[in-house]
């Protein structure tokens, strides 16, 4: 049985190797996204380990809002005086301050140099650090900066040119005094933007304070343990401060990054784990035709004494050496793609992360080969023991065992259908993921089972539409034949199409909630705003800025926004501090829940009904506040907002607290022109007063929503992207299924040409079939992933995605798009069945 089943899979190589293609590319996504996010986490590591190679102790004033997080806004800065005191702490063998805030670069378009997501950090220079430089020398003056070769690089600046830079303060002109790089030649430690000022330049510009500290780092004297050293140095400033050795910070960091990595793995991974749900659907699909090509073949097995284990056993083993197969070159192929993805990462927007040696982690290796193992032989089961149950009397027959009935299948597929249906509102509903992903997967599998009811009256019709000739007519009857067959084929292609339209429908219905809610909610005619970067810099204006815009010709109503993350009675909120809560009542058309609405005075906090109701609230209790730099205190709340999507979980708080907020500037600011004022010529004389600030931008509402509305285009291309290959799969799984279908129906193929049917009519027929069974799979997933669209959408209510949108044109491109598959996917089975040779064909056993 052994040789019997290895000598039947070496002569079905052809055959296997489509299914076997689709376990290769879900165990490459499998295991390139390990080798990914193992090289990019070992090399942050390296890059922290070499930032912090000459720092033993860090000072620094944490937020009294998350103190314990790395990269929390800090509370406050330190004085001349703490550093003394760590100059003077025992085993110091240098102490110096630091002084590092946000710079951004302006380029000579006038735009802000970006980066792909690195900081953009401005320093106080100091003497004796990694840097090198390659031009000219330290800035001595206040009016000069020292620039890293990746600014120069990107901006194209060379010593002695001048260059703006925005800081805290509007637009400023420095001279470029040097230009520095790091050892090994790198223009950058990981994509950041550095640019160095004086120590007294940099404490105004980027602490907004004289004599003043972000930090202090200490360098240990020889034989002093980090350890020893921090103790000592938190014993002489006391409990008001921070201290971390040098490994804690790079540890910290590294770690930080690497929780961003495993999310970033577990996306991978889910995209992954859809292709290889669309693999099982072809592999079982294979197995299944194979068996039932071979009935004959297996039923004289029985017949000669092979038992029904042995049956099981020779499918199986097949499957088996499949898996083993496609597991090892999806290893191969998934070590090559994660290699280049992180050689891409770490070169990204022009970034110079230096990549840590290639290694494949075990967990690479373990998923592999259990994913394309069990994958397979999981999908190869239900084939094997329909093969243990052949009668040894099937020898006799000419003909392959008949299809059995649809029912056991169709109420399967009701009732995992409804349990799949059920756990996907449970888990929208409470925002539980396990039971989302579960939900999913049970549907899918459900509406699977189902396809078999009707793929025959919806094939049938689609088929109409192509069956105008004699090969359309028999195309169209051959993908009605085996309804299983043509079901599972379609389920494939399904299931891709399915997660893209639920994804557009949500993602649509996202942009038309948004729109909804500027047309209806807001009522500015004109937003101020700038871009925001992670590290506290971006755009962003005082509330002088404000003053004078209130005052410019045209202006009705206008009001700024401040924005802090604080603790209301010990749980995280966010605030928000108004230039004019009056305006901002107006603009946002804001209703009273409870009390009056009106100015917040001091000790008094507006809080919307969500706070309100789930922290016991109401108009005259008090609350404890405690933002990122003041004390905590006790405020009155003066009034409670009817339910807001504008100001949905907003603690509202006089002006004077943005002070304490980790970020005291204006991120936002919202304007309402006076009656028959046109709101583009306000806008024209609003823009010059932010001239000096390049990253604020002065829009209309409609344009600010479609800035707002591309971000989600951005985020479908990107799934649209990932989710490309469990397409791709599909596509195979049409190709495997025609081919299939092709040796199966060789005499029956021959016979047609023998009575005249021309091969160029051959490969009609094999294309009307194809193109059939791929729009039928389309439909199918168009409107189960309409429907995933539509619960996501109802669950997201409370989110502000209250409209349903359908995206009509992208559903039709996908539908148009599924044609052209069906095209594609028939070309090789449609090119073998017309080569096929007329009397060889009709002797076909």
Known sequence: MFKATLKSLLSRKVRLLLSGLSVVLGVMFVSGSFVLTDTLDRSFKDLFSSAYSDVDVQVSVPSKVDGDSPDAALS??????????????????????????????????????????????????????????????????????????????????????????????????????GIFGYPGG???????????????????????????YSGITAEAKAGVAQDALRDRVQSALGDGVRVKTGTQLAKESADQVGEGLKFFNYILLGFAGIALFVGIFIILNTFSILVAQRTRELALLRAMGAGRGQMIGTVVLEAVVIGLVASVVGLGAGIGVGAALAQFFATFGGSSLTLAGLSVPSSAIISAFSVGLVVTVLAALLPALRASRIPPVAAMREAATPDRPLTRPTIAGAVLGALGGTGLVIGFDQGQLTLIMG?????????????????????????????????????????????????????????????????????????????????????AD????????????????????????????GVRQSFGWYGDQVLLDGKPRFAGAMTDVPAMHTIFGMTAKEGTLGDVRAGQIGLTEEIATEQNLKVGSTARLQTTKGEERTYTVAFVYAKSTLLSGTVVVPTAVAAEFGRDRITDAFVRVADGADAGAVRKRIEPLFADNPEISVQDLSSYVKQQASQLDTVLVMIQILLALAILIAVLGVINTLALSVIERTRELGLLRAIGMRRAQVMRMITVESVVISVFGALLGLVVGTGLGFAAVRALKDQGVTDLSIPWSQLGGYLALAAVVGVVAAILPAIRAARLNVLQAISYE
């Open 439 to 523: 939900g999913l997967v049970v549907s899918f599998v459900g509406v699977a089972l189902l396809t078999p009811l009707i793929s025959r009256p919806v094939v049938s019709v689609i088929g109409r539409l192509l069956s105008w000739s004699v090969p359309g007519l028999l195309g169209r009857r051959n993908s009605a034949r085996n309804p299983r067959r043509t079901a599972i084929t379609a389920a494939a292609l399904m299931v891709g199409i399915a997660l893209i339209t639920g994804v557009s429908v949500v993602l649509t219905s996202a942009t038309a909630s948004l729109t909804k809610i500027a047309d209806t909610q807001i009522k």
């Open 526 to 553: 004109l937003i101020i705003s700038g871009e925001n970067e992670n590290s506290g810099g971006g755009g962003s204006f005082t509330a002088a800025d404000m003053d004078r815009v209130a005052k410019t010709e």
């Open 186 to 212: 790198r223009d950058s430690l990981g994509g950041e933007m550095i640019t160095a000022f004086t120590t007294p330049t940099a404490q105004k510009l980027l602490l907004g304070r004289k004599d003043a």
């Open 76 to 177: 406050g800065t330190l004085a001349p005086a703490d550093l003394a005191k760590v100059q003077a702490v025992d085993g110091v063998d240098k102490a110096y301050g630091d002084v590092v805030g946000s710079a951004r670069p302006i380029g000579s378009d006038g735009k802000v140099l970006t980066t792909s997501g690195a900081p953009r950090m401005g320093t106080a220079w100091r003497d004796g650090g990694r840097e090198e430089f390659r031009e000219g020398h330290a800035p001595r003056a206040d009016d000069e900066v020292a620039v890293s070769a990746y600014v120069a690089k990107v901006g194209g600046y060379k010593v002695g040119q001048r260059i703006d830079v925005l800081t805290l303060e509007p637009r400023r002109s420095f001279t470029v005094s």
